[in-house]
């Protein structure tokens, strides 16, 4: 059954209708509408709800069946259709007793990974010369990249003593050559991040910074020590000259942008320690335990994902902000777009049937205060529809005027976007009735990280849940990547006769105004 031939779905459109311009009641909104678990707050008094559709919205989830599918994703049955395989994420950081079928597998390439990381930071890892490893350059894209990156920035502290850590993802070289500029090749390792290790600009980065430290080093056996993987490709890893002792697996029943949670973690484990990335891996399955046993109406990813439903759907909105107020969360509406996008980025249902109501908006944010001497002035009175989620940390260990200026100026511009300005002069009008969503941390810490992160996850799925759509394949990603290949080659000289005109003329002008007589490979 597709969403809109629901009872629910049909009861929430005429309260739509209704009430789409209605403000709810200011009376114990926050009692009835904060949730608390794993360390977060959950405040939804500042959305467009009241009472009548939080039921309908409830109604909805138990005609999509949703306590169902979500026993399934925990369980393991192939949710992911189009692949044929479980969404086994939640399994990696659950007790090996509830996962018997994989606990093998992983429990010793996860052991594995935090004896490299325990080895790395005690200096115990030896380079080729037997130096000690400094630096280390991380390189991925998209979920095996994102994820490390943001939970990393997040959570290394002031007395930070692991090693120096580098993200590489971009194949603009720019990217690889500012973090290779300084490092000492005989205290550097690499870490190559790549679950096929054939995506293109991963191993495009691996193989600069492999030209990189073979220049420098001369000796093809010193590789061994200074360039580990993380990929389910062992064969291609070894042929790259990586030892398969320092391959790690990743499997196929997880996820890109699930994947943080596996040996992806590894820059986690080498910047907090490993037990640091325990406690992240244990926020994450409070949450995951809080998901599965919580009921509906007070259960935190089901709630985020309905009210969510309500807005796109049924108000209209079109895109969705993440606001952190954070400077250490800057990554957070990066790491959230591909997420959510990426997941339900689709058009067709779970049975390949064309879809015929929106799904996932498109998301986007900047860190606070930032973003309110940017794009905050549209929030506020410009003419596009939006909610936000504001992020924000109730203790930092930081008393000082910076940080209750950060939470105020937080709570200040929701409370606007919820409260308006009336003003004679409609140059100064602010129309406010905007759907926020406040999400306050306990501290940031790895447990609370985990736990946040979780949420979301949780909260991609249930939405998937309910527009019967497939949240764990991506097959759009590929299209561009099969075009750019003729592109490149024509791009070196090749002829473009069979491309559009409009691509056929930008080739024809970036090679004329680009290097003279000079093709990709001379580089």
């Avoid at 120096?164 to 603009?172: E, G, K, L, P």
């Avoid at 093809?220 to 002792?245: L, P, R, T």
């Avoid at 005109?501 to 990709?520: D, E, F, V, W």
């Amino acid at each position: 059954m597709t969403p809109e031939a629901t009872e629910a779905w049909k009861k929430l459109t005429r309260l739509a209708s209704d009430n789409a311009q209605r403000r709810p009641p200011d009376t114990g909104l926050f009692e009835q509408l904060s949730f608390e678990a794993a360390g977060l707050l959950l405040d939804l008094s500042k959305q467009r709800l009241d009472t009548e559709v939080l039921q309908g919205l409830l109604e909805l989830g138990n005609e999509c069946h949703l306590q169902r599918r979500m026993v399934e994703l925990v369980s393991g049955a192939h949710i992911n259709l189009t692949e044929d395989r479980p969404a086994l994420h939640t399994a990696l950081r659950a007790p090996a007793s509830d996962r018997p079928a994989i606990a093998g597998p992983v429990e010793s390439t996860m052991h594995r990974v935090m004896v490299l990381a325990d080895s790395i930071r005690r200096c115990a890892w030896r380079g080729y010369t037997g130096k000690s490893i400094t630096d280390v350059v991380h390189i991925g894209i998209g979920g095996s990249h994102l994820g490390p990156q943001l939970v990393v920035e997040a959570l290394v502290g002031k007395h930070y003593r692991g090693p120096n850590i580098h993200f590489v993802a971009n194949i603009d070289a720019a990217n690889i050559t500012k973090s290779l500029t300084h490092l000492n090749p005989e205290r550097t390792l690499f870490i190559v991040a790549s679950k096929s290790f054939s995506t293109l600009e991963t191993k495009l980065n691996a193989e600069t910074a492999r030209r990189w430290f073979l220049e420098r080093v001369n000796r093809i056996d010193a590789i061994s020590k200074h360039f580990v993987a993380i990929s389910s490709n062992i064969e291609a890893a070894s042929q790259f000259g990586i030892a398969a002792e320092n391959v790690f697996e990743m499997w196929d029943w997880v996820g890109g942008r699930f994947s943080v949670w596996s040996p992806v973690g590894l820059p986690l484990a080498l910047a907090i320690g490993t037990a640091g990335f325990q406690e992240f891996l244990d926020g994450a399955r409070a949450m995951d335990e809080h998901f599965s046993n919580t009921p509906l109406n007070r259960n935190l990813p089901v709630l985020l994902a309905l009210t969510g439903i309500w807005n796109y759907n049924f108000l209209g909105i079109t895109n969705h902000a993440i606001l952190p107020y954070a400077e250490k969360l800057r990554l957070l509406p990066d790491y959230l777009q591909q997420l959510t996008m990426e997941s339900n980025g689709k058009s067709v249902h779970r049975d390949g049937s064309e879809v015929h109501i929106h799904t996932m908006p498109i998301v986007w944010g900047g860190r606070g205060s930032n973003g309110q001497h940017a794009f905050h002035q549209l929030l506020h009175q410009g003419t596009r529809s939006f909610a936000a989620d504001f992020i924000l940390i109730a203790n930092t260990n930081d008393r000082s005027t910076h940080q209750r200026w950060l939470l105020a100026n937080g709570l200040a511009q929701s409370q606007a976007m919820l409260i308006g300005q009336p003003d004679p002069d409609p140059h100064k009008r602010v129309a406010g009735n905007k759907a926020t969503t406040t999400i306050v941390l306990e501290e940031l810490s790895p447990a609370v990280l985990g736990a946040l992160l979780a949420l979301y996850e949780h909260m991609v799925f249930c939405q998937g849940v309910i527009w019967n759509i497939n949240s764990f394949d991506q097959w759009g990603v590929e299209l561009g990547k099969r075009l750019a290949i003729p592109i490149f080659e024509q791009l070196g000289g090749k002829p473009a006769i069979r491309q559009d005109p409009s691509t056929r003329g930008l080739i024809a002008h970036l090679i004329n105004h680009g290097p003279s007589n000079r093709s990709m490979e001379d580089d």
